[in-house]
């Protein structure tokens, strides 16, 4: 669907949205046709306005835009999937915000991308099922890196390209994976990954979904596989995300 339209319609989840003037607000929109696009709505913030419960964070709608001076204008909205169960559970809620602002950092307005699409979507609902979301998570982060082209490196060394053996190892942001302990003696920029944690890595990474589910890493390895994402993540990005410490706070509550 060409951009030059003036009227579109698009399936789309809301990212996230900011006031906009005295009653408008800012949406960012990741939509199935279009990729990543940013538009105002209207008096959403009015107590009368129809479309607020419809353009929520993590909402999916079918959004008609018609095309402004600058930025698209919301002229129709209608919830197809509210994820429910996301707004009724912290940890969810926390897991949820992770997911979109990960998809919002990486990405620009540059066109469609159903493919990230889809993985946005199944992974709302999945979250929205499931009571461990651990899983969910890090498939999501794995295939994200795939269809972004930030693949990481877990069967060779990113350095000298040996084949990684099945023992305590080092993961070099820098070099985009794995380094055998020869290459990250040479000075190398790296932290130590253990054998379980590798395993597990590699387990998301060439499994599908329902394969991915088969893993049941004890609580020591999911935090070292979280550390491991969150430090490879923040290099790609060259910023820290805000939805870690968020989870971090809700976490200490529970």
Known sequence: ??????NIRVDAVVLRHSDWGEADRLLVLYSREQGKLRAIAKGLRKIQSRKAGHLEPFTRAAIMLAKGHDL?????????????????????????AYVVELLDRFT????QNWQLYKLLTD????????EDDFVPVKYYEM???????????????AACGEEITARDQYFSADMGGVLCPKCAARGQSSRPVSVEALR???????????????????????HEIDAMQNYYLTY????????P?????IRKQM
């Open 1 to 6: 669907m060409p951009r030059s339209e003036r």
């Open 72 to 96: 698209w204008i919301v002229t129709q909205a209608e919830a197809i999937d509210l994820f429910q169960p996301l707004r009724e559970n912290l940890q969810r809620m926390g897991q949820a």
């Open 108 to 111: 620009y307005e540059e066109g």
């Open 123 to 130: 992974t709302l609902e999945r979250l929205s099922t499931v």
């Open 143 to 157: 295939r994200l890196l795939d269809l972004l082209g930030y693949r990481p490196l877990l069967f060779e060394c």
């Open 200 to 222: 597990f890595l590699r387990h998301f990474q060439r499994s599908d979904y329902k394969q991915s589910l088969r893993a049941a890493p004890p609580v020591a390895v999911r």
């Open 236 to 243: 790609l990005l060259e910023r820290s995300l805000n939805s």
């Open 245 to 249: 410490e968020f989870l971090k706070q």
